[in-house]
Antibody, heavy 117, light 110 residues
Framework: QVQLQESGPGLVKPSETLSLTCTIS????????WSWIRQPPGKGLEWIGY???????NYNPSLKSRGTMLVDTSKNQFSLKLRSVSSADTAIYYC???????????WGRGTLVTVSS | QSVLTQPPSASGTPGQRVTISCSGS????????VSWYQQFPGAAPKLLIY???QRPSGVPDRFSGSKSGTSASLAISGLQSEDEADYYC???????????FGGGTKLTVL
């Protein structure tokens, strides 16, 4: 059974960079698309972007080029960096395995990131 | 404002059949497959329906999905109290070249 685990700071200051890592266990990073999805408190889901095992990426245009995703196949991990954060970036961040353009079949538990000084 | 449109709430009594709609456009639902996710408070979303109508292993057959044109629906028959959750639809959007979600529907079992 594939399991995903998000990790990273829970508090980030405005204008700084949010950094998260997703570690995959029970499966390999090859073949699929690996996404970050976020959910502001009390609100709906927003897809941030995905990366594949080769490092090819696709981002949500709404991020306005603030996001960068990287993959480390040796560690079975992928990561997200979101620059110039504001309070609007406060959310639970989930990593998920995607089968584009079909569905997301495995999700991490999520990690709350608060943007505040 | 979500790209896919869902009613914010739905409700039913135990044993009833409830449907949740998801409206999109030709660039998402009209072209690609729809998936549905169930989310309990404090938990991650869980895949409930994929490829418009398919249920992953372990999902009760009380849950069913359908799609027609640029709209999709999730039906829950024999409603149970443990079905009380938020439900989201999703599809790949070829115009945006990205995933889009519905705003979510909070299901209450009365």
């Amino acid at each position: 059974q594939v399991q995903l685990q998000e990790s990273g700071p829970g508090l980030v200051k405005p204008s700084e960079t949010l950094s998260l890592t997703c570690t995959i266990s029970g499966g390999f990073i090859s073949t699929y698309h690996w996404s970050w999805i976020r959910q502001p408190p009390g609100k709906g889901l927003e897809w941030i972007g995905y990366i594949d095992y080769s490092g090819n990426t696709n981002y949500n245009p709404s991020l306005k080029s603030r996001g960068t995703m990287l993959v480390d196949t040796s560690k079975n991990q992928f990561s997200l960096k979101l620059r110039s954060v504001s309070s609007a970036d406060t959310a639970i961040y989930y990593c998920a395995r995607g089968k584009t353009p079909y569905h997301f079949d495995f999700w991490g538990r999520g990690t709350l990131v608060t943007v505040s000084s | 404002q979500s790209v896919l449109t869902q009613p914010p709430s739905a409700s039913g009594t135990p044993g009833q059949r409830v449907t949740i709609s998801c409206s999109g456009s030709s660039s998402n639902i009209g072209t690609n497959l729809v998936s549905w996710y169930q989310q309990f408070p404090g938990a991650a979303p869980k895949l409930l329906i994929y490829s418009n109508t398919q249920r992953p292993s372990g999902v009760p057959d009380r849950f069913s999905g359908s799609k027609s044109g640029t709209s999709a629906s999730l039906a829950i028959s024999g409603l149970q109290s443990e079905d009380e959750a938020d439900y989201y639809c999703a599809a790949w959007d070829v115009g945006l070249s990205g995933w889009v979600f519905g705003g979510g529907t909070k299901l209450t079992v009365l």
